[in-house]
């Protein structure tokens, strides 16, 4: 392990290997959606196009079931916690531009 010779430098293996895990649950309604096959298709085009630009995992983890109505799960891992809101600063400034549906609320925690 390293040895520090100045006592006022405390360091803990926290500080060399700090990990950051941000998980956001965003809500969003489709109105233009008339089936679960539209709906798909929007959603399929969405998160693509997050994964891509984001480099962030995201899923549909609810209200898989209804036309209009779908809530996505997004995550993402990383050693800085200022990245993690702003990578996700980013991302809902994204999804509220796309004028295929509308964000109704959105839940972020960092762990």
Same mark, same amino acid.
């Given at each position: 392990?390293?040895?520090?010779?100045?006592y006022e430098l405390r360091f803990?293996?926290?500080?060399?290997?700090?990990?950051?895990?941000?998980?956001?649950?965003?809500?969003?309604?489709?109105?233009?959606?008339?089936?679960?096959?539209?709906? #798909? &298709? *929007?959603?399929?085009?969405?998160?693509?196009?997050?994964?891509?630009?984001?480099?962030?995992?995201?899923? +549909? /983890?609810?209200?898989?079931?209804?036309?209009?109505?779908?809530?996505?799960?997004?995550?993402?891992?990383?050693?800085?916690? #200022? &990245? *993690?809101?702003?990578?996700?600063?980013?991302?809902?400034?994204?999804?509220?531009?796309?004028?295929?549906? +509308? /964000?109704?609320?959105?839940?972020?925690?960092?762990?």
């Open positions: 392990m390293w040895e520090f010779y100045n803990t293996i926290y500080d060399f290997f700090a990990m950051f895990v941000g998980v956001c649950q965003v809500e969003i309604f489709l109105p233009e959606s008339d089936s679960l096959k539209a709906k #798909r &298709f *929007v959603l399929s085009s969405v998160k693509t196009k997050i994964q891509n630009k984001f480099n962030v995992s995201i899923a +549909e /983890v609810d209200q898989n079931d209804l036309w209009q109505r779908s809530t996505l799960g997004l995550a993402l891992v990383t050693n800085e916690r #200022r &990245f *993690v809101d702003q990578a996700f600063t980013k991302i809902l400034r994204f999804l509220e531009a796309d004028g295929r549906f +509308e /964000v109704l609320d959105h839940r972020l925690e960092i762990y």
